[in-house]
């Protein structure tokens, strides 16, 4: 019996709601691609073949790659030569994605260093038997980038995405491939969130100083192979980082109140 005689005999489980045939596909070709080792820029079948494989219609065939087209694994290419095409699913557009799908979500600084506190220690740990002295060379060169006051406001935004750029270097030499990913995509969130923007753009002085010693004794950790000095001083850092974070967002928010009074108050006058 084939592999796919075999997908198409699984009997559905009592009391469990038979999926669509287009998902079973789709979950079947993504079985396919694993099991061939499937690699960017390799043709699936052709239409007709998945159609007799999954004794299936041309419309389900269709409906199961498109759905693989809007996931970024495959690439649908017309004309002659054309076919699915396997794809190289970038970083950049699995976070997209994601961050389309939380973009109703009304994510706050406080959920976003929820999970940076209990996730950027483990990335530090599992990056330091990894990283090497360009790694930790790095390191040493962005924090060059925010260890001053800036001059203008440009360079204000420049430090604030260097501060997040650290860790992300961090991230790179992890052996945890979701760890990693979930990382970098805090960080992400934070760069694009709206009003993260809005603190990023502020003129107020930034307590960095005991943020960078603790990037510093981080490096300092990860160069002497301390794994769990490393998670300890990440603790340290989100924490505080998280109660900077939210100090500048009420002072933002009280700001806002206080612009918003001010017509009120010259109108009853």
């Known amino acids: 019996m084939s ?4 997908f198409d005999h699984v009997p559905a489980k009592a009391g469990v709601p038979r999926r669509k045939r287009t998902d079973e596909i789709v979950d079947a070709i ?5 099991e061939h080792g499937l690699g960017p820029g390799d043709r699936l079948p ?4 998945l159609m007799a494989q999954f004794a299936a219609s ?3 065939v269709r409906e199961a790659l498109k759905s693989l087209e809007v996931q970024g694994l495959i690439g649908v290419r017309t004309g002659p030569g054309g076919g699915a095409f396997i794809e190289r699913m970038s970083e950049g557009r699995a976070m997209s994605l994601l961050s389309n799908f939380l973009y109703a979500k009304n994510i706050s600084i406080a959920n976003i260093y929820q999970m940076r506190k209990s996730l950027e220690p483990l990335l530090a740990a599992s990056a330091t038997p990894h990283i090497d002295e360009a790694g930790l060379k790095r390191l040493e060169a962005l924090i060059s980038v925010y260890d001053h006051e800036p001059a203008d406001a440009q360079e204000r935004w420049t430090q604030r995405m260097a501060e997040l750029d650290f860790h992300g270097v961090v991230a790179e030499y992890s052996d945890n491939a979701i760890l990693a990913f979930t990382c970098r995509f805090l960080q992400r969130l934070l760069k694009d969130l709206t009003i993260a923007q809005d603190i990023y753009v502020q003129p107020e002085p930034v307590r960095r100083e005991t943020g960078i010693q603790h990037q510093r004794d981080l490096i300092a950790a990860m160069r002497a192979r301390d794994t769990d000095a490393a998670a300890n001083i990440l603790s340290l850092h989100m924490a505080e980082a998280e109660q900077h974070m939210l100090d500048l967002q009420a002072k933002l928010e009280d700001r806002f109140l206080i612009d918003a009074e001010k017509p ?3 109108s009853a006058s």
């Open 3 to 6: 592999d796919a005689d075999q």
């Open 30 to 34: 993504k079985r396919m691609i694993v």
């Open 46 to 49: 052709q239409e007709r073949d």
């Open 58 to 60: 041309k419309g389900t």
């Open 264 to 266: 009120r108050r010259r």
